[in-house]
Each structure stands twice: as C-alpha cells, then as structure tokens.
C-alpha cells in the first residue's frame, strides 16, 4: 500500500508540473540537518539562550534516536524496493542513510514541533509550527524519497523526544547540580549506538548482476553523525554552563553582530575545519568527530569567543 501511494503522488508531481515540486523541495530543505542547525544556533546566539538549548538537545537526541531506529530496521529506500519509483531527482542528495525512519521528519519535529510543544508563543505561530512539520514530512513523501510510515514515525517519535526533552530541561531548573549525570548518561547513551551501529550485521541482497544493493556500512553514516553532534552538545552544554554562562539579554545590534559573526564563523567550521579532520581520521571516527567539532563550536566555542569580544569592548568602552 505505501508503494502504490508514492506511486500515485509521482504521477501527479510529473503531471503537475515544476512549482509544486520546487515548493516541496524548499519544504524539504529547511528539514535538512544542516538547516535546523544553523537556525537552532542563531535562537541559542541571538534570541534566547535557555530556548536555544532546549532546541539543540533535543534535535541532538532526535538525531541518536533517528540513527539508532535506522540502523536496527534497516528498511531499504522507496526506489530500491521498487524500481517503478523515481524519486526527484534533486532529493536524493539529501536521501542518505536507511529510509525509516525519516530524518527530515525528525528534524522538522525537534525544530519546529519543538516550537509548538512550548506555550510561550502565540496560539497561531504554534499551528504554523506544526503545519511546518507536516508540509515537511509530506514533501519526503512527494518527492518519493520516504514512505508515509517513514515519516509518520519520524514526526512521532521526534515529538515525543522533544516533549521528554522538554520535561528534562523542566526538571533541571529545580536541580541544576545533576547536569553532570544527565550529560554522563546522555554521552553513554550516544556511544553505545555508536558501538551498536558498528558491530551490528546488516542486510546484504544483492540484484540480479551481482551487485549489492544496499551497503550498511554506508547506510550508519548518518547514525555516527548524530552521536558526534549528541556528544558535542552534551560536553560543550556542560562546559558551558558550569565555565562561560553567556547571556542572550543584550542589544539588538549586539545580536545582529553575533548573527553574522555567527554563521560566517560556523560555516568556515562546517566547510573547512570539520572536513579536515574528517579526511585526516577516515572512518567512523573522522564522521563523528567533525560533526563532534559543529557542535561544540556552536554549543561553547562561540559563546566563549562572543563573551570574550563583548567584554573586551565593553571594557574599552569604559
């Protein structure tokens, strides 16, 4: 049945014609790893610290969970289950890892069914919020990349990792001394997946020539990327409480500058700096540890380098 409903949305994306499609893909776009990142850290910088975190540990777990569910499913992608399927062809950058459950629809939850969770924000913005999330985990589907069962589980099971988040960071304003174990017992968590991931046997079929079809050393890419990104933020979320304390109560064009200090400095970081290490440590160790490197940029690095900077010129200022 999820075969013949992507099938019956590819006729209509070919019939429809391109708007649809690049509207869909924008959808699409702003579920992307990268993009939730980017956005989650420019809350953390420039808006709200403590929403910041709430956002970036729980897309961090999202992401360990997401990896832990796609490495013991192991579910091949739409196209290789069926080779009627033609996914948009623009996807299929994006379309790593195994397909269930959908990463896309786990981000979109973590950023803005995270938003929605929380009652701080108007009735109306939530509702679009939430509309967000289902136009992103319906553009998966579109563009014939996840099966509706991938991303109806995605969007479950990252919402339900951002209200347990949510309840933790509740929890820990009234017990502020047990950051410590919960970033301990977060960190294990994360490698043990890691472990898992990498000890596990996966599928091995092969087509008609011969040739495999699906490489599950490939397909837990994306699950050691979520463990280094979880393990970046716990450590660099723990420094940076008990070492920096940065603050977000400062002036609007104190955050604009943090702004565009902010996403030169990451992405100098992301393209240059975490791709180094990555090619200087092959394996699953470079993955984890580039992605360890993001993390801890935006989570400590950043915030000590701006604190550092503010207080330097607040200081000559004087």
């Keep these: ?36 990142l980017i956005i989650m850290a420019l809350i953390y910088w420039c808006v709200s610290k403590e929403y910041g975190n709430y956002l970036l540990m729980g897309w961090s777990g999202s992401r360990v969970v997401n990896g832990l569910l796609k490495v013991t499913a192991c579910a091949y992608r739409p196209w290789i289950r069926d080779v009627r399927i033609v996914p948009d062809s623009a996807a299929l950058a994006a379309a790593t890892g195994y397909s269930f459950p959908s990463g896309h629809s786990m981000n979109a939850a973590a950023l803005y069914g995270g938003i929605a969770i929380r009652k701080e924000l108007p009735k109306v913005l939530r509702f679009v919020a939430l509309a967000i999330v289902v136009l992103i985990a319906f553009s998966r589907n579109f563009l014939g990349v996840h099966t509706p069962q991938d ?34 017992l977060g960190i294990a968590a994360a490698v043990a997946v890691a472990v898992f991931a990498a000890l596990k046997s996966y599928p091995m079929d092969y087509d008609a020539t011969g040739k495999l079809l699906v490489d599950g050393a490939k397909m837990a890419n994306d699950t050691y990327k979520g463990v280094g990104w979880c393990v970046g933020f716990l450590l660099g979320w723990l420094l940076e409480r008990r070492f920096v304390g940065f603050s977000t109560e400062v002036s609007l064009m104190t955050r604009i500058v943090r702004l565009a200090t902010g996403l030169l400095s990451f992405y100098a970081v992301s393209l240059i700096l975490a791709p180094l290490f990555k090619s200087l440590i092959p394996g ?27 207080a330097r010129r607040h200081g000559v200022h004087k």
């Design 1 to 36: 049945m999820d075969i013949n409903i992507l099938l019956a949305l590819q006729d209509f994306r070919n019939g429809a014609g391109s708007c649809l499609t690049d509207f869909m893909t924008k959808m699409s776009f702003i579920g992307e790893m990268k993009t939730v």
């Design 151 to 184: 991303t109806l589980v995605g969007v479950i099971a990252g919402l339900l990792v951002m209200w347990l988040t949510f309840k933790l960071t509740v929890w820990l304003k009234e017990h502020q001394e047990k950051d410590v174990i919960v970033a301990c």
């Design 284 to 310: 699953v160790a470079g993955t984890i540890i580039a992605c360890f490197i993001e993390m801890f940029y935006v989570v400590l690095i950043f915030p000590l380098l701006i604190k550092c900077f503010e």
